[in-house]
C-alpha cells in the first residue's frame, strides 16, 4: 500500500517480488520505479524505504530487522537487459526506535540504516 502494488515501467510488473521471513526479520525483494535521472531513481527508493520502514515498526513489533531489496532493468555493454539488485537497506527495530519519522528526511538513510549498498550503476 505505501509504495504502490506497480512500478511504472512498460508492462507495470509488480512492486512487490517476493517477501520473505524468518526469527531474525524480514527479506522484502521489491521493483523500483524508473525516473528521469539516476538521482530521482535513488531518491524514490529512499522515499519507498523510508515509507515502508516507518509502516513495519509502527505496526509489527514481531520484527526485529528488515531487509529491502530494490531490483531495476540494467543494460549490459552488448545491449542486455537483466534486473539487478541496485540497492539494498537494512534497518532493525532498535535503530528503527530511534528515529524520529514525522521529521525524518529520505536523503539520510544511507547515513542512519544498519547498512545501506547501492549498485555503481546509480552513481552514473
Not at 59 to 87: A, C, M
Not at 92 to 100: L, Q, R, V
Amino acid at each position: 500500500k505505501e509504495t504502490g502494488s506497480n512500478t511504472n515501467h512498460d508492462g507495470k510488473p509488480p512492486r512487490i517480488r517476493s517477501i520473505a521471513t524468518a526469527d531474525d526479520g524480514a527479506l522484502l525483494m521489491l521493483n523500483a520505479n524508473d525516473n528521469l535521472s539516476n538521482n530521482m531513481i535513488r531518491g524514490g527508493i529512499q522515499i519507498n524505504s523510508t515509507k515502508i520502514f516507518k509502516r513495519v515498526f509502527a505496526e509489527r513489533s514481531d520484527v526485529p530487522k528488515v531487509i529491502l531489496q530494490w531490483y531495476f532493468p540494467l543494460t549490459d555493454i552488448k545491449g542486455n537487459v537483466q534486473d539487478s539488485i541496485i540497492v539494498t537497506v537494512s534497518l532493525s527495530k532498535s535503530n528503527a526506535a530511534t528515529f524520529n519519522w514525522d521529521n525524518f528526511l529520505h536523503s539520510n538513510l544511507p547515513k542512519t540504516a544498519d547498512s545501506y549498498v547501492e549498485h555503481a550503476a546509480l552513481s552514473k
